[in-house]
């Protein structure tokens, strides 16, 4: 009970910028989606096909898979460490990574992974670390293919 209030507060003063944008999105969707906790994540299901993290806001798809939201929970461990730089270091490359057509079509043609990008991949290194839990998009380097 401490450590997550104390994550929330840490989250509220260092991570401002993006709790605001995630609270302001949380209120914006109202108040008929589903809400629960994970960890020290606040999240909520919404319409969209994609997982979403703003700070300890993280929003999800309905019927999401426990691996995209353990990956999604790696983004609030980002915010976490980053602060006010997670906007420009994680989340504005991670959607450029994720809704640019061209990108998606690279990806596509090329079997590149989206969870090859760095804010991906190290979302991924964090959440497993700290879960304990597969995240969305997780190999094993030393398994063979």
């Avoid at 990008?117 to 997780?138: D, H, Q, S």
Wanted: aromatic residues 14%; positive net charge; proline residues 5%.
């Amino acid at each position: 009970m401490l450590v997550r209030a104390a994550a929330y507060m840490w989250q509220a003063l260092w991570g401002l910028p993006q709790t605001v944008l995630g609270l302001m999105l949380l209120v914006g969707l109202g108040r008929r989606r589903r809400h629960y906790r994970y960890r020290t994540a606040i999240v909520t299901e919404w319409g969209l096909d994609a997982g979403f993290t703003s700070g300890m806001f993280i929003f999800v798809p309905r019927a999401c898979p426990r691996s995209l939201l353990v990956h999604e929970y790696g983004h609030t461990l980002q915010s976490l460490l980053l602060g006010p730089l997670y906007l420009l270091a994680i989340a504005l490359p991670s959607l450029v990574w994720a809704g640019t057509p061209s990108l998606r079509r690279y990806r596509s043609s090329h079997g590149y992974s989206y969870y090859r990008f760095y804010c991906e991949r190290w979302a991924n290194r964090l959440a497993r670390r700290v879960t304990g839990e597969r995240p969305e998009g997780w190999y094993d380097r030393r398994a063979k293919s």
